[in-house]
Every structure is written in structure tokens, then in C-alpha cells.
């Protein structure tokens, strides 16, 4: 015998479409229409999972999102999603739903073996043991605490599904289509806002789906067909507002057949007719399944036609669980209603006896009898009977989804007169209309979605005011009539009475946090676990809030409640993250010579945002032998590098060399026209930001270089400069790092290459010295030609707007073809870089004064710069700074790593040593490891033999320092 | 009344009709004087007052919060102890506050489930593998634990990591420091409030300090929405709001307040053995005993005091999540909140006296106070007790600027909003 | 929330830079000592309340503007002109 049955007639289901699912390996049969919570029920499943900490059966205690026992693992594969509630879940045909917690199953399930130790798991047991015997024993209890804990199981495999983001923009959100979501969005829509009404069901509705009678789904369709018709009305189902950030943000998350689609929305104004969720009772072993919400049961009653088998109890403490009631009798099941109340209202009285209902006043639930299904109930109070049943219906009230009012920080705020928290207020251009607001009844639900749409359309300044919503023909709404037990703790029988359902937490429970002191709110919540569990509390907390309360004598109000925070509902990661994710992660930048790079055998390596090429091609060279070839190209031939990335900054105007004298450390102001330098800049406290060369092409222009890892950063830092503190000078920057690419012709060679390239142009050492600067045209394009060299070799760089850079790079390629040019990619060139003792990457870390770097005596002693003053703090100008030394590897055999510790000879290889090592590279020209450092009184030391300890490889070696200048000192080779 | 919490204890409470414990920490009406201040009932404040108590023989001692104990950073963090720093004292201070980490259940009677289940910091690239070797050498210069590991070694200790083509930033490798982990944060502020209660000190919740009162250059005193309560000396552990606090006294400070989300989903069966952190952008992730994912990323960038995030912020972090854990598309987030971090220039903390007399500064955390609750405690106490810095906390004075002695961990430069 | 850039509109905020509070006063360039650059580049009164800060629209029209909002609400209100 099951304990609900498919009725005949009624109902929201299809019964001409039956759909086929599988629950745990079962096939089993539903109706289009049906949940898979109401399927599962219609086939006889009450007990559908295991409670997380005692293994208890459950069932489904509602027919919403505030299901708390009910979740299932959905979908297989790289689709399956873990703990998802089957009252949310609409069944499709060929549903794969498995049950969790559970083994083997959750009609039979071993680790119920944990009910047997239940008397030690109550409130924060944890913190009292798990200690002993040893300091670390918590290592040894944690696995198994581990194992038992959780609720479905992650897959590793990667989505099958497809989430997407959606911005957009509205006059009047609406949140919820029952029936005061539908008034506001009908009264907003006519008055032609943009409006949005999203609703977290398949269908719209809300509460006027589990109502029954032709006149309430008349005017649902009535209303539902003249939003469709309008243009300016967006409806959108299977969407929840998950959250409320700055500025009206809201999350609105929509289940697709194929993902989920994140709307994020700019409303203008919000109008929350998020309705009220119903509260449980607490009395002993109330989550016996079987045991469910009132208006849950009207839910399967009225939308899914399941009715219990013969017979059902309702608990209550208000007026509302009597529809449940009535609906129950008018469709022929024994009713029985145990009244909390010493008296209901008349009229409820006389209707109970026309449909032949008992009601026992005074009478709460005592305790539920039966094994892993509800059997009976039995009354506490004078009447102590006991009632047989198939299903217990309670009602202890009902709380306002206040949620989405709080997530902008405002406070809820209690309501006497209706026993539960209510919107403390609302952020601007929010309002609120019908239960959100604890006004329980469809025609103030209507009133008031109505009124919301006036007050929106007016803050979003529309004039013009819509006609009005004609409301559903139905007698007044009644009266809530609530009244809430006095004494929640009047519990006398034994047994769990349970709060927190689904993380098993009891009166009890609530009771040991009290004794021991945890009485705020939110350590109540923390010790205790409540409301932490998937369903966030939507059943559980203002019980429990109550009874905190009144151990502490003190009222609701007083005590508080906990802070809402979204999502609303558990959100799925993906659907939060979208498509940004794998290889669109970030953005990927790349060089204007990728492509040409891709197609001629380059590694590429990420470097920060850019693609770049690592190295290249050698005839099957390990990358080891490749970049090797590729320093040997440049230290005796000639080699083609991309330097595209390099941050370049057009700085124009006629203060632009009063601008750059301020912003580098050594001057210029007096650079010739023609001519490149280098240049370091600072933050303002004086340690360095980044360095680059900067050329002047005219009187009022610059072209300045960054490092590719800095650009952005120093972008931003000169506009800043410009903008918001020395904006009486006339300066203009703009950034061309996109716009213009550039390549690096390097090598002993350099110059017979850009003379067989560009033949018309003069590139003599007496034309273009070093650190000169010229523009050609070539091909119609201004090509810029900078004698600059990272390499230490003779070399150019030769830069030209993006769209030009590939076909030049061939041209010259080609051109100089006769000379042996291949192109040399990144390792190569930080690899040079380190034998002529360049700083970049690991040296320039944010860390490091110019002096630590070396360069100290760039800084211009007279004018003043930026970080001048901060510069010369007393730690800075210590001697015993760490600064740059180069070292050669002296064991030969040994290898030398990047992140070695440095330590003289005689020192103890132990704590922070002397220094440590940046960049390491083989030289081709020395023959042997080299490597650029940090050591403690820099070249004070040079010639010292010192150790490099790599503990991590339990590798020490020896070192001499020298200078970082491991080739051509003097500089020959740049001046060739 | 049941005291001493153990197994055998619970057994032999088990059974019996009602709970036998007392109150984990007395809730006593405040004195009109005390020896030592504390502004502040978070973790720092709550050690600071145990240690005060068990290691300078100072009972007489108040812990001030303004509203319930661990309300603040202690319960909004995402529990991850570790001790891999590399400069300055931050290497033997973070790895004392581990040590001390290690014995903390046992020295306070309460199981803070100190979880060292390993943290492994995964890098992306060559360059960013040597700058974490550094820090790996220096850790194994001061005897903590560090390994290396290559992408073969990553991929065997965390096999749920994207190894494909489709990862953006692709993994190069990872430092490993097995003793690292997770600590239950709530029970952390419990039971050094508990044993702290035991020692005699005054734990005062509900209770917010309006003014310090000063007098002749001294700290003499404070104001409370309970009444004005003089002390001998006053010490600051209030976090975000440090500068509001100091500021009563006339103090202007190095110190910026920002927000940090935390984030957590669903719980799910153990699937994640370890602490996660990633080299691409920050980010770091655990599975909590429970069962759920704690994560989170960098701070949002802005000043504010709010306690809510943006919503760029919360994407950026789970498209961080879903790109290094793809499993991680199909979790689902519970709930995400935000703690007020007190921002400093160089992202390392103040634990050091003011140049107001008998007034003590314990601030600056940036988002990495959790970790350091205990040594944060201990050397504070010992600042308090002996009106000098302890040897682990001696750069964290509040001249170190003025002097040019940052401790620039991240190597991002002077931003309290970069850091 | 979003940042009313005074050349573009309301945009959101992920699209701006930061910059730190406005009202502090950099010492004119080449004047102040180390004190004056200290107190400048280290100290910040943080309030809890009205800041006025800067904002660059760094994904929009790069320029750098002063705001006023309240750190305790996150509340605009409005560009300092």
C-alpha cells in the first residue's frame, strides 16, 4: 500500500503524456507536468534519502525550493549534478535521478548505524572530543568524520552543460509570479516599462498553481495571455533571483535544456513578490516521511492530483493549513485536524463539520508512530489519542521570503502580530508586495503587486499610470489568525523533534547551545549547523530563532535574526562563471606575428596575458638545444626576435620632456631629437616601478617603451599623473603597445641585415649610432628603426604598425636570407638578456631600490623625480642591501637552479641567507651556468666564492660572484 | 556541571535526560578597572587574553566586542593555517603561529580540528616555479616543511586539476607544504574564549568601545556603549575597523579597510584532500569537513566597510574555480559573504606599541590574520606584558615605512588595494 | 555597483580602476621631505563614511576622475567636479 495515490481527474499533469524515468537503476513512470518529487510520490517512494548526520529516512518534506530531505544526484556522466531537490526538478522523459547519503539504498541504509550513536552527536560534539590521545589525533578521526559527512557525490569529468551570461537592462524587475507578481507585472506592463518578470517554477503562478477551483486559473491565464502579448514584457520561467548587489544588480539564474543562463540585470527598480514559505512543527520524530508542509500536501493535492491514501492529519497553529484540509475532504480523504489553537475561527468550524472533518483543539502532535513511514501520530495534551494516518500535514505559520531585501544589508525586522520576520525596509527603488510583505491573501497580493507597479513606474519617472488590474472574483481573504505555542520546549515525550531537517538538528540541540552559551544568533547558526545546509534554513530558522529566544526570555525581535546572503538557492558554480572559463579563462593576447609564428614551428608559453614564442624549431632540437641555437645565432650571426609585446606609449605635447624628466630618474629634458635612452621610473616610494627606453622623435614626442609585464600598469600611472596632479602640464599619452608590433634584428650581423632590407635606407654607425633613432618609409609605412640592444650585440629594433609587422618580419627574413637570419624566440632572449646582466622579470619585483639594482647612478642628482625623497629611507641606503651580482657556476657537473639561497663560504646554510638567485641561464659565450642575483653588499663581494643552497633538492653549489656584466663590459659591441 | 571536554566525558553525559555543561565562557558584567584592555573579541583579541593570562600570569584582563565574540575575520575566513612566508620575521612567525597551531585542541581543551592535509600552490609557468622555490628554500632553511613538485607530481596528488589543452595557464609545477591545512574557525574564537574565561579573564560581548581616554599622552581608559571602564593598558585588535579605533586616539594609520569574499558550496563526499592555491590569479580553495567547498580569491579593490561583494568579483572567482577544477562547474554555491580586511601597504600586519603610551596596536592583517592567530596572540600579549616587541614580531612596528622596511610578501608594491 | 563616469555614463564598476583616496594633498613635485612623502604615500584616514577617491575608467575612456562615496554604504554621491 502506498501512502499517495493518483487521482483520477484534477490536477495540473498531462495524463496523455507519460514520461519514463529511472530512480536508482528503477524505471519508473510519470506525466508531463510532474515533478520529479510528485513522480517519485505517485510511485510509491516515501523515503527518498538519509538525513546527514544520523542517517535518518526522509521524505520529502515540501513541494519547493525549500526542500530539505528530498535531493537527488540528476543527469549522469559529465552532466550529473549533486544535490539537487526533486520538488525542483520538472521530469522529462529519460530523467536519471540516484539517491545520496544512502548505502545501499534509502529504504535500507547501513549507515543508519549512526542513529545508534546519536545521544553523542548532539550540539558541537566535535569540539569536545576528537582530541586525544595525541597532539595531532585529529588527523586520525578526520577521515572517517569526512567520509561520513557530505550529502552526493563531485564528478571530475568536465560539464557537459553549457552556461552563459546575459546583461541587461530594465525599468521594473519583477520577482515572482504568483499573484501579486503577476498584478505588478501586469500594471508596469501596461504602462509600457521594460519589464522583466522572472518566476523560479516551470510555470508561472506561484501559489494560484496549488490552488483548485476555474476561477482563480481563469484569471491566471487571463493575466499570463495579456503579458505575453506585450512586447515589453519578458517572462521568464525556471529563473530565480539569487541575489540583489550595488546598484539594483540582480542574479537571475534560468535552467536551459542545455545549461543555465545567468541574467544579470540592471533594474531600475525591483518589485519582490518572492510569496512566503511555510514553517514546520517541532515536535518528537516530525521527520517520519509522510510527514510534510501543509501546503506542500495541497501542492501534490491540486497541481500533481495525489492525494494521501485514506486518510491524513493536519497540525496547525494557523488558518491557512485548513484549505489543505478542506481540498483533502472535498477529494474524499478521512480528515483529522489537530488544533494548536484553543479556538478556530467559527466559520472554519462549521465548514470542518459540513465535510465531516474532526478537529481536536488545544492538541499539537505528541510524537509520529510507524517504522521507516508515518503510520499514526499521537496527540499531546488531554487528548494523548493516537490517529492513524498516511500522510501528516503541519502548518506552523509562515515566514515572508524577506531574503532578496536583506542581501543589500537591511536588516529584517519581526512582526508580532504574524509571528515571523518581516522586510526591515527597502534600498531605494525596491518595493515589495503581497506575503513578502506578511500580507497573507490573494486579493491584498493583488492589491498590493498592483500598488508595487505604481510606486516602481513612478521612480523610474513614467507618467503615464496603467488601468487597473481587475482582481480574481473571490470572497475577501481571511484572516491568518496565527497563534504561536508559548513554550516551544513543551516537548515532554522522548524522541528527536527536529529543526534543522537537514542537518539534523534538534531541539535539543538548541537547547545545549543555549546552556553552553552560544546565544546569539549567529552562534547558534555556527554551533549548531543550523540553516547551513542546502536548503539555507528557509524552513528551519525562525523556528529555531524562536526557541533561542525564548530560553533567553527574551522576544523574537529582540533577539535577532541572521543575515540573509545569496545566492538564494544554491547556484551552480558554472552558471556563475559562464563561458570565461578553460581556454577563455582570460583574454589571450597575441603578438601581430602569432599567426605567422604558428605556421613556422614556434613553442609558444604563456606569459602573463600574452601568447609568446618560447623558441623554435631546430630540426627536432629539445627545447633545451633549441634556445641554445637560437644565443649562438645572436652572439655570431644574426637573429630575428618578436618584441611586440613591449609596452609602447606615444607621448605627445609640449611639456612632454619636462614630463618624462619628472617621471624617470635620470634626465630627459635635454634628449636630442633622434635619440633613444634608457630609463628607470619609480613609485613614490622610491623602489622600482618598471624601465624601458624612450626615444624622441620630435621637439613634443616621445616614444616610450615598457616592459611587456608592466604596461598596463604604467599607462595608468602617467595618465594618472597627468590627470589628477600635474594638469597645468601639456601633455597627451596614448597607449600603441595594440597598435604598433616591433621585432628585434640582433647579432654581429644586425646591420648587413637591415642593409639588405632596406637598401634605401642610411644605417652606418655614423647615421644610426647607438641609442639612435630613426623613421623610414618603407612599403608606404613609417617604419621606425631603434638602435637599442637587449641582447649586448649590435642589434636594432625595428618597429611599425601592427598591421605591417608580419609582412615585414618576412621581408626581412627574406632579405637577409644570405646571412643565416632564423628568428630567436623568448628564452633566447631573456637568456642573452642575462649574460649582459639586463635586469627584467624576477629583478624587477617591486622589491628592489635602484641601488639594489645597480643603478643608482643613473638617478640625476640635482632635478628632482619621482621617489626621490622615499628613496633615501634609511633602510634603503643600508649598505648591507641586497643587490645585484652576477655568479658563475663553478662546479661544472652541478646543476644551478632559479630561487637558490646565497651564503658565503663560512656561512651556516641556514635561515635567510645572503641573497638569493633571479635568472639563471647556460652562456654560450662562458660555456658554463650563469646567473644573475641578489646578494647581500652586492659587488662589494665580487670575486667572492660563495654557496647556492637549493634545499627543496637537497642541492648545494659554488659560486663566484662577478660582475653582472658577464659580456662585453666596455660596450664594444653595441658601439660596433 | 561538566568541564573538562573529552570523550570520556560525552560518554558519560550522553545518556542523561539534559545537557551537563556550563557555559563554554562566563558572561560576567564588566568591572569598573582592569589591568589590560582589549578592544576587539575576534581570534587576535581573544589570544591575546589567553596568553596574557597563561604565559604573563595577567588575569585581570577584559576582552571589549561589540557584538558576539569571533563576529568578525575569525568566522568569515576561508580556515587556511600555512607558513610559507619568506621575508623578514614573517618566516619564523607564521611558523611558530603553525607549531602552536599544531597543540592548540589539546592546550585549550578544544577541538579546533586542526586539519594538516597539506597545501599545494600550483604554478604556471617557469619563472613563477623559481620564485616559489625561493620561497620553498627559505622555508626548508628555517626547518619547515616545503617539496617541489613537478607537473607529473601535481597531477598524482590532485588529479581533479585541469591537465588538458583547453587549460589557459597551463600547470607547471607546485610547492607543497604538508603541515599546512584548515582549522575550524568558529571553535578557534570558542575555545580561546573558553580558556580564556577559565583563566578569569572577562569576555564582554554586546559591548563597543566609543572612545579611548587619554591622559597626559596615555591610554588610560575607554568609553562603551556600557560605560566608561579604565585599564592599565589598552590593546587594539579590531581588524577592519583599526583605523576608526586608533583614530580615538588621535592616530592616523598605514592601513586601508577592504573587502574579501569567502565562498561555499554544497557539501559533497571528500574530494579534495588538500588546500589549493593557484599561481594564475589568487585563489585558493579547500573541502571543509562538512563537505562543502570553502574558496575564495582576491579582494574586491576598493575601500568600504560593507560586508557585501561585487558581483565582477564573485564571477572572476568562480571562473578561477571552474578553470583550475572543471569539476567545480557542477558544484553549487551556498552561500557567499565578506570580511572587512584592514589593508596595509606592504600586506604585512602591525603588532607593536603606538606613540600613544599603554596603547597597543595588533592590526594590518590583510587576509592573512587567520593563520596567525595564535602567534598573533602570543607575541601581543608579550608586547602588552613587557611594553617591548617579542623578537617574532619585531618588524611589525609601525615605523617600518618611514624607515623603508616593507615586507612585501607579493611583491605588488606599495597598494593597500593591490596587495 | 556602478561608477558614473562624467565622460561616459554609469558604467560598472568592474570596467574602472581604482586609485585610492583623493583628498590626501601629494606634495607639489620636487617639495616635501621624507615626512611629508611618508605621510602622503603610507597613511590614510579610512573613513567610514564619505571618501572622495579616484576612479579611472580604464575600459572606457582612460580618464581619471574623483567620486564621492560612502565607504559604510557604498553609496554615490556623485563626481567632484
Known amino acids: 500500500m502506498t501512502a499517495f495515490k493518483r487521482l483520477d481527474t484534477g490536477g495540473r499533469i498531462d495524463r496523455s503524456r507519460t514520461l519514463t524515468f529511472t530512480y536508482d537503476g528503477q524505471r519508473l513512470f510519470g506525466q508531463v507536468g510532474d515533478t520529479l518529487a510528485s513522480a517519485l510520490l505517485a510511485n510509491g517512494k516515501m523515503v527518498v534519502g538519509r538525513s546527514f548526520k544520523y542517517h535518518r529516512p526522509r521524505g520529502f518534506l515540501s513541494?519547493?525550493?525549500?526542500?530539505?530531505?528530498?535531493?537527488?544526484?540528476?543527469?549522469?556522466?559529465?552532466?550529473?549534478?549533486?544535490?539537487?531537490?526533486?520538488?525542483?526538478?520538472?521530469?522529462?522523459?529519460?530523467?536519471?535521478?540516484?539517491?545520496?547519503?544512502?548505502?545501499?539504498?534509502?529504504?535500507?541504509?547501513?549507515?543508519?548505524?549512526?542513529?545508534?550513536?546519536?545521544?553523542?552527536?548532539?550540539?558541537?560534539?566535535?569540539?569536545?572530543?576528537?582530541?586525544?590521545?595525541?597532539?595531532?589525533?585529529?588527523?586520525?578521526?578526520?577521515?572517517?568524520?569526512?567520509?561520513?559527512?557530505?550529502?552526493?557525490?563531485?564528478?571530475?569529468?568536465?560539464?557537459?552543460?553549457?552556461?552563459?551570461?546575459?546583461?541587461?537592462?530594465?525599468?521594473?524587475?519583477?520577482?515572482g509570479s504568483g499573484p501579486a507578481g503577476l498584478a505588478a507585472a501586469l500594471a508596469a506592463g501596461r504602462a509600457g516599462a521594460k519589464v522583466i518578470l522572472a518566476e523560479q517554477d516551470a510555470e508561472p503562478g506561484g501559489s494560484l498553481l496549488s490552488e483548485s477551483g476555474d476561477t482563480l486559473e481563469r484569471w491566471r491565464a487571463a493575466t499570463l495571455a495579456e503579458l505575453q502579448a506585450l512586447a515589453n514584457v519578458t517572462l521568464l520561467v525556471r529563473a530565480t533571483a539569487q541575489g540583489i548587489y550595488d546598484g539594483n544588480q540582480v542574479v537571475v539564474s534560468q535552467h536551459l535544456a542545455n545549461g543555465q543562463l545567468l541574467h544579470v540585470v540592471r533594474a531600475r527598480t525591483i518589485i519582490l513578490a518572492t510569496g512566503a514559505l511555510e514553517r514546520p512543527l517541532v515536535f518528537s520524530n516530525n521527520d517520519r516521511p509522510g510527514v510534510m508542509l501543509a501546503s506542500a500536501l495541497r501542492s501534490y493535492l491540486n497541481r500533481f492530483a495525489l492525494a494521501p491514501a485514506a486518510r491524513a492529519v493536519i497540525a496547525t497553529n494557523n488558518d491557512s493549513a485548513y484549505a489543505t484540509a478542506f481540498a483533502l475532504a472535498e477529494a474524499g480523504v478521512a480528515v483529522t485536524i489537530a488544533e494548536e489553537r484553543a479556538v478556530p475561527a467559527g466559520d472554519l468550524l462549521a465548514q470542518a463539520a459540513a465535510l465531516g472533518i474532526a478537529i481536536f483543539p488545544n492538541a499539537g502532535i505528541a510524537d509520529t508512530l510507524g517504522g521507516n513511514t508515518l503510520k499514526a501520530v499521537r496527540l499531546k495534551g488531554r487528548h494523548s489519542v493516537t490517529i492513524e494516518c498516511d500522510v501528516l500535514a503541519m502548518s506552523g505559520g509562515w515566514n515572508p521570503a524577506v531574503h532578496l531585501t536583506s542581501h543589500g544589508g537591511i536588516r529584517p525586522r519581526y512582526d508580532e502580530a504574524i509571528a515571523a520576520f518581516v522586510p526591515g525596509g527597502f534600498a531605494d527603488g525596491q518595493f515589495g508586495a503581497g506575503a513578502m510583505l506578511g500580507h497573507f491573501g490573494l486579493l491584498a497580493a493583488v492589491r498590493d503587486g498592483e500598488g508595487a507597479a505604481r510606486s516602481a513606474l513612478t521612480r523610474c519617472g513614467i507618467s503615464k499610470m496603467p488601468a487597473a488590474v481587475e482582481p480574481p472574483a473571490v470572497r475577501d481573504d481571511r484572516a491568518y489568525g496565527i497563534a504561536v505555542a508559548a513554550d516551544p520546549f513543551a516537548v515532554t515525550v522522548?524522541?528527536?523533534?527536529?529543526?534543522?531537517?537537514?542537518?539534523?538538528?534538534?531541539?535539543?540541540?538548541?537547547?545545549?547551545?543555549?546552556?553552553?552559551?552560544?546565544?546569539?544568533?549567529?552562534?547558534?547558526?555556527?554551533?549548531?549547523?543550523?540553516?547551513?545546509?542546502?536548503?539555507?534554513?528557509?524552513?528551519?530558522n525562525v523556528n529555531a530563532l524562536a526557541m533561542m529566544a525564548a530560553l533567553r526570555g527574551l522576544t523574537p525581535a529582540e533577539a535577532g535574526t541572521t543575515t540573509f546572503r545569496p545566492p538564494f538557492s544554491p547556484l551552480t558554480v558554472g552558471a556563475l562563471a559562464g563561458r570565461s572559463v578553460g581556454r577563455h579563462f582570460r583574454p589571450t593576447r597575441r603578438s601581430p606575428l602569432h599567426d605567422w609564428n604558428a605556421k613556422n614551428g614556434c613553442t609558444f608559453i604563456e606569459a602573463g596575458p600574452w601568447m609568446r614564442?618560447?623558441?623554435?624549431?631546430?630540426?627536432?632540437?629539445?627545447?633545451?638545444?633549441?634556445?641554445?641555437?637560437?644565443?649562438?645565432?645572436?652572439?655570431?650571426?644574426?637573429?630575428?626576435?618578436?618584441?611586440?609585446?613591449?609596452?609602447?606609449?606615444?607621448?605627445?605635447?609640449?611639456?612632454?620632456?619636462?614630463?618624462?624628466?619628472?617621471?624617470?630618474?635620470?634626465?630627459?629634458?635635454?634628449?636630442?631629437?633622434?635619440?633613444?635612452?634608457?630609463?628607470?621610473?619609480?613609485?613614490?616610494?622610491?623602489?622600482?616601478?618598471?624601465?624601458?627606453?624612450?626615444?624622441?622623435?620630435?621637439?613634443?614626442?616621445?616614444?616610450?617603451?615598457?616592459?611587456?609585464?608592466?604596461?598596463?600598469?604604467?599607462?595608468?600611472?602617467?595618465?594618472?599623473?597627468?590627470?589628477?596632479?600635474?594638469?597645468?602640464?601639456?601633455?597627451?599619452?596614448?597607449?600603441?603597445?595594440?597598435?604598433?608590433?616591433?621585432?628585434?634584428?640582433?647579432?654581429?650581423?644586425?646591420?648587413?641585415?637591415?642593409?639588405?632590407?632596406?637598401?634605401?635606407?642610411?644605417?652606418?654607425?655614423?647615421?644610426?649610432?647607438?641609442?639612435?633613432?630613426?623613421?623610414?618609409?618603407?612599403?608606404?609605412?613609417?617604419?621606425?628603426?631603434?638602435?637599442?640592444?637587449?641582447?649586448?650585440?649590435?642589434?636594432?629594433?625595428?618597429?611599425?604598425?601592427a598591421n605591417f609587422v608580419t609582412a615585414l618580419w618576412e621581408h626581412i627574413l627574406k632579405a637577409a636570407a644570405p646571412l643565416g637570419i632564423k628568428p630567436y624566440g623568448l628564452e633566447a632572449l631573456a637568456s642573452l638578456r642575462i649574460e649582459k646582466g639586463h635586469v627584467a622579470g624576477l629583478e624587477l619585483d617591486h622589491r628592489n631600490s635602484l641601488d639594489d639594482l645597480g643603478l643608482g647612478k643613473m638617478a640625476a642628482k640635482e632635478k628632482p623625480y619621482i621617489g626621490k625623497e622615499l628613496r633615501l629611507r634609511e633602510n634603503m641606503q643600508a649598505p648591507e642591501r641586497w643587490s645585484l651580482v652576477g655568479l658563475e657556476l663553478m662546479e661544472p657537473e652541478k646543476k644551478l637552479r632559479g630561487g637558490s639561497i646565497l651564503f658565503a663560504a663560512t656561512d651556516e646554510i641556514k635561515g635567510h641567507g645572503r641573497g638569493y638567485i633571479t635568472s639563471v641561464t647556460w652562456s654560450t659565450e662562458l660555456g658554463k651556468f650563469i646567473a644573475l642575483g641578489l646578494y647581500n653588499g652586492g659587488l662589494r663581494h665580487e670575486g667572492e666564492e660563495i654557496t647556492a643552497a637549493f634545499p627543496l633538492k637537497n642541492e648545494q653549489v659554488k659560486l663566484k660572484i662577478v660582475s653582472p656584466h658577464f659580456i662585453d663590459k666596455e660596450g664594444a659591441r653595441l658601439h660596433a | 556541571m561538566a568541564k573538562g571536554y573529552s570523550v570520556f566525558s560525552l560518554l558519560r553525559h550522553a545518556l542523561k535526560p539534559d545537557t551537563p555543561w556550563g557555559l563554554a565562557w562566563e558572561k560576567p558584567t564588566p568591572k569598573s578597572s582592569y589591568d589590560v584592555i582589549i578592544i576587539g573579541g575576534g581570534g587576535h583579541g581573544l589570544a591575546t587574553a589567553y596568553y596574557l593570562a597563561k604565559n604573563h600570569g595577567i588575569t585581570n584582563v577584559a576582552v571589549l566586542e561589540k557584538g558576539y565574540i569571533g563576529s568578525g575575520n575569525v568566522g568569515r575566513n576561508t580556515t587556511i593555517i600555512r607558513s610559507n612566508y619568506m621575508l623578514g620575521t614573517n618566516t619564523p612567525f607564521f611558523e611558530f603561529s603553525l607549531k602552536l597551531w599544531e597543540g592548540l585542541s589539546h592546550d585549550l581543551n578544544y577541538n579546533c580540528m586542526v586539519s594538516h592535509r597539506g597545501q599545494?600552490?600550483?604554478?604556471?609557468?617557469?619563472?613563477?616555479?623559481?620564485?616559489?622555490?625561493?620561497?620553498?628554500?627559505?622555508?626548508?632553511l628555517h626547518g619547515i616543511d616545503a617539496e617541489l613538485l613537478d607537473r607529473g607530481e601535481v597531477q598524482k596528488l590532485l588529479p581533479y586539476l585541469d591537465y588538458s589543452k583547453d587549460a589557459r595557464f597551463p600547470v607547471w609545477g607546485a610547492i607543497h607544504q604538508p603541515r599546512a591545512g584548515t582549522a575550524r574557525h568558529d571553535a578557534v574564537a570558542w575555545g580561546y574564549a573558553r580558556a580564556a574565561s577559565q583563566l578569569g579573564v572577562h569576555i564582554i560581548e554586546d559591548c563597543e568601545v566609543t572612545g579611548i581616554h587619554m591622559e597626559q599622552g596615555r591610554a588610560v581608559g575607554v568609553e562603551t556603549t556600557r560605560g566608561r571602564i579604565n585599564a592599565g593598558k589598552v590593546g587594539i585588535a579590531v581588524a577592519g575597523h583599526t583605523s576608526q579605533v586608533a583614530a580615538m586616539a588621535g592616530l592616523k594609520l598605514p592601513v586601508e579597510s577592504h573587502i574579501l569574499q569567502a565562498f561555499v558550496t554544497e557539501a559533497v563526499k571528500p574530494m579534495v584532500h588538500h588546500v589549493v592555491s593557484w599561481g594564475a590569479e589568487l585563489f585558493y580553495l579547500s573541502q571543509s569537513d562538512k563537505g562543502g567547498m570553502v574558496f575564495g580569491g582576491h579582494i574586491d579593490g576598493f575601500n568600504t566597510f560593507t560586508q557585501r561583494g561585487q558581483l565582477f568579483k564573485i564571477q572572476d572567482v568562480m571562473q578561477c574555480a571552474v578553470s583550475l577544477m572543471p569539476f567545480m562547474s557542477r558544484m553549487r554555491l551556498l552561500r557567499h559573504w565578506g570580511g572587512i580586511q584592514d589593508m596595509t601597504p606592504d600586506g604585512s600586519p602591525f603588532i607593536c606599541r603606538t606613540p600613544v603610551r599603554d596603547l597597543y596596536l595588533n592590526g594590518g592583517w590583510c587576509y592573512q590574520g587567520f593563520k596567525a592567530t595564535p602567534a598573533s596572540g602570543w607575541t601581543f600579549a608579550h608586547t602588552i606584558a613587557h611594553d617591548s616587541e617579542h623578537e617574532l614580531n619585531r618588524d611589525y612596528s609601525l615605523d617600518r615605512f618611514e624607515k623603508g622596511g616593507e615586507l612585501d610578501e607579493h611583491g605588488t608594491g606599495n597598494w593597500t588595494y593591490k596587495q | 555597483m556602478r561608477i558614473p563616469c562624467p565622460h561616459c555614463g554609469e558604467r560598472d564598476v568592474s570596467e574602472f580602476?581604482?586609485?585610492?583616496?583623493?583628498?590626501?594633498?601629494?606634495?607639489?613635485?620636487?617639495?616635501?621631505?621624507?615626512?611629508?612623502?611618508?605621510?602622503?604615500?603610507?597613511?590614510?584616514?579610512?573613513?567610514?563614511?564619505?571618501?572622495?577617491?579616484?576612479?579611472?575608467?580604464?575600459?572606457?575612456?582612460?580618464?581619471?576622475?574623483?567620486?564621492?562615496?560612502n565607504t559604510a554604504t557604498n553609496e554615490i554621491t556623485g563626481v567632484v567636479e
Not at chain 1, 528530498?70 to 525542483?88: K, S, V
Not at chain 1, 543508519?112 to 566535535?126: D, E, I, R
Not at chain 1, 531541539?507 to 543550523?530: C, N, P, W
Not at chain 1, 604604467?714 to 599619452?733: A, F, G, P, R
Open chain 3, 17 to 69: 580602476r581604482y586609485g585610492g583616496d583623493a583628498s590626501r594633498q601629494r606634495p607639489a613635485h620636487g617639495t616635501g621631505d621624507l615626512k611629508a612623502w611618508h605621510d602622503y604615500t603610507f597613511t590614510f584616514d579610512n573613513p567610514k563614511g564619505p571618501h572622495t577617491e579616484h576612479w579611472q575608467h580604464v575600459l572606457g575612456c582612460r580618464q581619471w576622475f574623483s567620486l564621492n562615496r
Open chain 1, 613 to 801: 614564442a618560447w623558441y623554435y624549431d631546430w630540426a627536432g632540437a629539445t627545447p633545451q638545444e633549441a634556445y641554445v641555437k637560437e644565443m649562438e645565432l645572436v652572439r655570431k650571426g644574426v637573429g630575428l626576435a618578436d618584441v611586440s609585446t613591449l609596452g609602447k606609449i606615444d607621448v605627445q605635447g609640449p611639456d612632454a620632456a619636462e614630463f618624462l624628466n619628472r617621471v624617470y630618474v635620470n634626465g630627459f629634458a635635454k634628449l636630442p631629437v633622434g635619440k633613444a635612452r634608457y630609463g628607470v621610473m619609480l613609485n613614490d616610494d622610491g623602489l622600482v616601478l618598471d624601465d624601458g627606453t624612450t626615444s624622441r622623435i620630435s621637439d613634443t614626442q616621445f616614444y616610450m617603451t615598457t616592459t611587456t609585464a608592466q604596461a598596463g600598469e604604467v599607462m595608468s600611472w602617467l595618465e594618472y599623473l597627468l590627470q589628477c596632479h600635474w594638469t597645468d602640464l601639456k601633455v597627451h599619452v596614448s597607449s600603441l603597445t595594440d597598435e604598433w608590433g616591433g621585432m628585434a634584428v640582433s647579432g654581429p650581423d644586425s646591420r648587413k641585415a637591415l642593409q639588405l632590407a632596406f637598401p634605401d635606407a642610411e644605417v652606418s654607425t655614423e647615421a644610426l649610432p647607438y641609442m639612435g633613432v630613426k623613421d623610414i618609409s618603407f612599403g608606404g609605412t613609417t617604419v621606425r628603426i631603434l638602435r637599442l640592444s637587449f641582447s649586448g650585440e649590435l642589434a636594432y629594433e625595428v618597429h611599425c604598425p
Open chain 1, 494 to 540: 522522548p524522541g528527536k523533534a527536529f529543526v534543522d531537517f537537514q542537518h539534523d538538528v534538534t531541539a535539543k540541540d538548541i537547547k545545549v547551545a543555549h546552556q553552553e552559551g552560544y546565544h546569539s544568533v549567529e552562534h547558534l547558526k555556527r554551533y549548531t549547523t543550523l540553516g547551513m545546509a542546502t536548503d539555507q534554513g528557509k524552513t528551519s
Open chain 2, 120 to 140: 599545494v600552490v600550483v604554478a604556471v609557468s617557469p619563472g613563477q616555479l623559481d620564485s616559489m622555490a625561493r620561497r620553498g628554500n627559505i622555508m626548508r
Open chain 1, 63 to 175: 513541494a519547493g525550493i525549500e526542500e530539505a530531505n528530498g535531493l537527488f544526484t540528476i543527469g549522469e556522466g559529465n552532466r550529473a549534478e549533486p544535490n539537487i531537490p526533486g520538488t525542483m526538478v520538472p521530469l522529462v522523459d529519460g530523467l536519471v535521478a540516484r539517491s545520496q547519503n544512502a548505502w545501499p539504498s534509502p529504504a535500507f541504509d547501513l549507515m543508519a548505524v549512526n542513529s545508534l550513536a546519536a545521544p553523542l552527536f548532539g550540539a558541537g560534539f566535535y569540539y569536545k572530543t576528537f582530541m586525544g590521545p595525541f597532539k595531532k589525533s585529529w588527523m586520525f578521526y578526520e577521515p572517517f568524520i569526512r567520509k561520513a559527512a557530505g550529502m552526493g557525490k563531485a564528478d571530475a569529468a568536465k560539464d557537459g552543460a553549457r552556461h552563459d551570461v546575459e546583461y541587461g537592462f530594465c525599468d521594473v524587475l519583477v520577482v
